[in-house]
């Protein structure tokens, strides 16, 4: 998961600028933008949040044709240095992608001649390649797109002043845009433009907006054969914004009916209902409602010290002891529901479990708004391995041994569906993967990439 945006139109880096500051919650790592002025591309950014990474020359007050990123790493290295946008080698097409491509080294290989550890840099300098040969970024995409094999939302710029914006065929990453009078303006995230005040469509599967230089030559057009949506249910669960829509559903409203089906299931007592802040709060708030129990928070959250389930390795422990603090008053000789969004390698759950009791819970249920997390994804999330992931492997009255609670309980797959409407990449909970995928050979693939 990251976040990427564009801008045609005056102002273009700042714009862009603002948008990626919406989408800071995708990408912590790094981030960086791609402007082109003057005739050329130019390239800043590096390691840390958007108003750490990015200082805009003087130069990007003229630029009209800008594209961001905010980078959550889930291929190549972990860290800022690899930052994007990506530069073609030539430098005369720039990208911004989220997502994974999943045959990348064999592209790179058979194509290009080269050994890729990042799939990014493939896919920029492939772009580019058919760029050339094509003589349009919209044709290049298109040839691009018949070649690779993933799940992507990409924004692209060529030193023509061309833009574009496309989604892959199974629509499994979110983007939309907005296009009006004097402005084209893309983002990973609806709410992004929400806070422009643009009024947004979102780019359908497999499918483009293409901006031949100007934004009075702005079209959505076909950019492969599309599929059944499959779009990736950790994006309503965990990623998105509450306020942002995706495929037409709600963040906040979808997760809402998680925990009002997760309730549902229930039959435990208890004296309260809390969320773990803040993605597990909408599924908390439909818990409470459906069962009638009160409502309390139990757990301060510290806003600044970012998400920790998207920090790299060596900073999530640390990350997560500054994340979260008990709220005595309420925790004190209670038997407390926690709802959070879901459990995936357990680091969060086993240390709230810990500080709860140290502040005098006297039960800790764990209902979890989502099923169990069972395979790696290769589509865009930062789990890899099946190692890592804590109910890989083990019983419900396992899981809670290991995290340190009373019980735990998870949301159903077909519930997911229901609450979402729609039928959903599931592959990580051990249902389908949008197409075919050979499990064991990515996760060596993905976990050499990664040291």
Same mark, same amino acid.
């Given at each position: 998961m990251c976040g990427v945006a564009a801008w045609l139109g005056d102002d273009a880096a700042s714009a862009v600028y603002e948008l990626l500051l919406e989408l800071q919650h995708r990408g912590q790592e790094a981030a960086g933008i791609a402007f082109l002025a003057n005739g050329g591309i130019r390239l800043v950014g590096g390691p840390g949040l958007v108003r750490e990474a990015i200082r805009l020359p003087a130069a990007a007050a003229r630029a009209w044709a800008a594209i961001g990123h905010v980078r959550y790493s889930t291929s190549g290295r972990y860290g800022g240095e690899q930052y994007q946008p990506v530069a073609g080698s030539k430098g005369l097409v720039h990208i911004a992608f989220n997502g994974n491509i999943v045959n990348y080294r064999e592209l790179g290989r058979e194509l290009l001649g080269r050994s890729y550890t990042w799939d990014a840099q493939l896919v920029a300098d492939l772009v580019e390649a058919l760029y050339l040969e094509q003589g349009s970024l919209a044709d290049a995409l298109r040839e691009a797109a018949q070649l690779l094999r993933g799940a992507y939302s990409l924004v692209a710029i060529t030193s023509r002043g061309e833009l574009a914006a496309a989604r892959d065929p199974y629509g499994v990453r979110p983007l939309a845009y907005a296009v009006g009078d004097g402005y084209a303006a893309v983002a990973s995230e609806t709410a992004a433009l929400d806070s422009l005040g643009l009024p947004? $469509?979102?780019?359908? +599967?497999?499918?483009?907006?293409?901006?031949?230089?100007?934004?009075?030559?702005?079209? &959505?057009?076909?950019? +492969?054969?599309?599929? &059944?949506?499959?779009?990736? +249910?950790? &994006?309503y669960i965990y990623f998105l914004r509450p306020d942002s829509v995706f495929e037409g559903v709600e963040a906040h409203a979808a997760r809402l009916e998680m925990g009002r089906r997760l309730a549902r299931r229930d039959t435990v007592e208890a004296d309260l209902v809390a969320p773990v802040p803040d993605s597990g709060r909408s599924a908390a708030i439909g818990y409470a409602l459906e069962r009638g129990l009160p409502y309390t928070e139990v757990l301060y959250r510290n806003r600044y010290a970012g998400r920790a389930f998207i920090a790299p390795p060596g900073e999530r422990n640390g990350r997560l002891? $500054?994340?979260?603090?008990?709220? $005595?008053s309420t925790t004190w000789g209670r038997r407390i529901i926690l709802v959070d969004d879901s459990v995936v390698r357990g680091d969060t759950s086993r240390w709230l479990a810990r500080i709860l009791r140290r502040s005098g819970a006297r039960e800790i249920h764990l209902r979890v708004a989502s099923p169990p997390v069972v395979m790696p994804c290769f589509l865009g999330i930062d789990t890899p391995s099946r190692g890592e992931l804590v109910a890989h492997g083990r019983s419900g009255d396992e899981i809670s041994r290991v995290l340190g609670v009373d019980s735990i309980l998870y949301l159903g797959m077909r519930d997911l569906e229901e609450a979402v409407g729609r039928r959903l990449c599931l592959g990580c909970f051990g249902g389908a993967y949008p197409f075919p995928l050979d499990v064991a050979r990515l996760e060596k693939v993905f976990t050499e990439d990664r040291r």
């Open positions: 947004w $469509r979102e780019v359908g +599967a497999g499918r483009m907006l293409y901006c031949n230089g100007s934004p009075k030559d702005c079209v &959505e057009t076909g950019l +492969a054969s599309g599929h &059944e949506p499959r779009p990736c +249910a950790f &994006e002891k $500054r994340k979260f603090n008990p709220i $005595r």
